[in-house]
């Protein structure tokens, strides 16, 4: 993950990764400058776009999702009219809104099928 953290966001993060033994595979990084974002999604494996349900959300596009698409990175993104106005279904693999459980659903069969 990129981007800025509140310190104690970060740490409640921290110790979530910790123990659900994600060390190694889930990391939080500060922002960078955007001439190395497309560095940067050489080595991800998945987008995730989880925008919430808001009226601004529902006339823009977050930026990330066209970034991943334009990469081949397989995206999971939150069910909303704004992502699926522009990204087909079989494009884009779309989880329940303020959903956990559903969208670790999605990312789970995403990554064991991301074709």
Known sequence: MY???YQSYKTKLLKLITK????GKVFLN???PIEKII???NYIDIGVVPDRETNYIHQSLSTK???YAVCGI???ASRL???GSVFR???VLFFETDNPDDFAKKTIELCNNPD
């Open 20 to 23: 659900i033994r994600l060390e």
């Open 81 to 83: 009219k704004s992502i």
């Open 74 to 76: 397989p995206i999971v």
């Open 39 to 41: 560095e940067i999604l």
């Open 89 to 91: 279904p079989e494009s």
């Open 65 to 67: 999702a066209f970034e």
């Open 30 to 32: 500060d922002t960078v």
């Open 3 to 5: 981007g800025k953290f």
